[in-house]
């Protein structure tokens, strides 16, 4: 399969496919030619992970990597769109590849059948540009967040419970804070998984939807970046807040950063 090469001219199938992108003043051919040239690593390929990373294929990203270990499980489909009933017992990162390789033939889907600790992360974090961590444990998140301050990367990060979510962008390396500053202590029992409280599904696809958007304008330098601020969605109030974040300078994470 070839892929297509944003240092060349568009060709008439992605010019067709990017039209709407190429029509936005603010993004245009120079703006789609940088999402070509992007790399994002997208953490889990669950409820925030599938809206996520359509959203990327679909807009051209040129290279997606997708984390995973876990199989396609029935309780999924509730809210994992990527997959189908017939990929049940899959491994999500293969029926993910292929889910997005069929929408968008254009871009490239790497698959990483691993799971997301410390001992793979500082290595995968540093193949990508930009992270988005659509993970469900506070271990997981630390871990990413740890892994892009030490590899200087953004981070965008996505988080749900029952009927509610909350989305932030870390860019500790330009001066911001870390997740860490925002979690530091926190311990698994502090938030339990989907599989233990529960989950609207659609809250997923609300705030996986959001993750997409905020990865997209920091790859396009475009808008008001979540850095430094936190977004939460209450889906039974259809509510929206936010609230400041400033880095904590004694984050055992990030606190060297700035010295």
């Known amino acids: 399969m070839s892929f297509y090469n944003p240092d ?9 496919r990017y039209s ?3 029509l936005l003043p603010e993004i245009g051919a120079i703006g789609q030619a940088r ?3 992007a790399s994002v690593l997208v953490i889990g390929a669950g409820g925030l992970g599938s809206p996520v ?10 290279r997606i990597g997708l984390i995973d270990d876990d199989i396609v499980d029935l309780s999924n489909l509730q809210r994992q769109i990527l997959f189908e009933s017939s990929q049940i017992g899959t491994a999500k990162v293969e029926a993910a590849r292929e889910r997005l390789e069929g929408l968008n033939p254009l871009v490239k889907i790497e698959p990483h ?30 871990a990413v967040s740890d892994a892009c301050v030490r590899q200087k990367r953004s981070l965008v990060s996505g988080a749900v419970a029952r009927f509610e979510g909350q989305l932030s962008t870390f860019r500790p390396h330009l001066g911001g804070p870390c997740y860490r500053c ?3 202590d926190a311990a698994a029992e ?7 409280a529960g989950i609207f599904g659609a809250v997923t696809g609300v705030i996986g939807t959001l993750a997409a958007t905020e990865v ?36 055992p994470s990030c606190k060297d950063l700035h010295r």
């Open 216 to 251: 997209l304008k920091e790859i396009l330098g475009i808008g008001r970046s979540l850095d430094g601020r936190v977004l939460c969605w209450d889906a039974l109030e259809t509510s929206f807040r936010s609230f400041a974040l400033v880095r904590d300078p004694h984050c």
């Open 20 to 22: 709407r992108h190429i």
């Open 113 to 142: 059948l691993l799971h997301a600790d410390a001992t793979v992360l500082d290595d995968l974090v540093a193949r990508y540009d930009l992270v988005c961590d659509g993970s469900d444990n506070f271990a997981t998140r630390q």
């Open 190 to 196: 502090d938030a339990p998984t989907c599989g233990q």
């Open 53 to 62: 990373a359509l959203y990327l294929a679909a807009a051209g990203i040129g």
């Open 8 to 16: 060349l001219d568009f060709n008439d199938d992605a010019l067709q």
């Open 35 to 37: 999402l070509g040239k």
């Open 182 to 184: 925002l979690y530091p």
